[in-house]
């Protein structure tokens, strides 16, 4: 099946500072890709969708300008935690949208694991 | 609003016991359901789906029908196995827009 890469698989930063994910989708192209963000025993919560080549879709209550998404190719979005803060600390993970005519489907990357200190 | 409800684990179970996982949706129309499995160590992986009332979608033994009548997509398998421990999602809506229940932590005991 298609394959989603996440890097890296667990971070842990100061506070203040900003942390990069990347989400890539390994054999397939993905015009669009999906972040969501997941609190212990919650469900995933979808935080944006990217597009490639445009500007990503944040759902209500997602800061934009705190959780950046650049979507510069087919295989590669990235999600930048700006100034982050211990609240900020979650696991997040990205999905690619595999599309083929009437067929799509999303597929998950492994997760990664943000701890602010 | 849009929201999935499944039961809350963790559900502990002896290899070859039956399995049931609750999930229920509340929904405007009429949404294509899913269940997700996680691997330890894994991203989350389509396991089945239905995309109609009276649909059954099936996959490695499991089982789960779009109930209508009861806005219900409960997962089954008749005999679970070690290799089944994971994380269950249940999910509505489309590939465009997934909604999840917040999961179901299975270990299966040799």
């Known amino acids: 099946g298609a394959v989603v890469s996440q890097h890296p698989s667990w971070v842990i930063c100061k506070s203040g500072t900003s942390v990069k994910i990347e989400c890539r989708s390994l054999?397939?192209?993905?015009?669009?890709m999906f972040w969501y963000r997941q609190f212990p025993k919650q469900s995933l919560m979808l935080m944006a969708t990217?597009?490639?080549?445009?500007?990503?879709?944040?759902e209500q209550g997602v800061e934009k300008d705190k959780f950046l998404i650049n979507h510069a190719s087919l295989t590669l979005s990235t999600l930048t935690v700006t100034s982050a803060h211990p609240e900020d600390s979650s696991f997040y993970i990205c999905s690619a949208l595999l599309t083929s005519g009437a067929y799509n489907e999303q597929f998950f990357g492994p997760g990664t694991r943000l701890t602010v200190l | 609003g849009n929201s999935v409800t499944q039961m809350e684990g963790p559900v502990t179970l002896s290899e070859e016991a039956f399995l049931t996982i609750n999930c229920t949706y509340t929904?405007?129309?009429?949404?294509?359901l899913f269940w997700y499995v996680q691997y330890p160590g894994e991203g989350l992986q389509l396991l089945l789906k239905?995309?109609?009332?009276?649909d059954k979608g099936s996959n490695k033994g499991f089982e789960a029908t779009y109930r209508k009548e009861t806005t219900s997509f409960h997962l089954e398998k008749g005999s679970v196995q070690v290799s089944d421990s994971a994380v269950y999602f249940c999910a509505r809506g489309s590939q465009g827009n997934l909604i999840f229940g917040k999961g179901t932590k299975l270990s299966v005991k040799p």
């Open positions: 054999d397939f192209q993905a015009t669009t």
């Open positions: 239905a995309t109609k009332a009276d």
């Open positions: 990217s597009n490639e080549g445009s500007k990503a879709t944040y």
């Open positions: 929904a405007t129309g009429y949404p294509s």
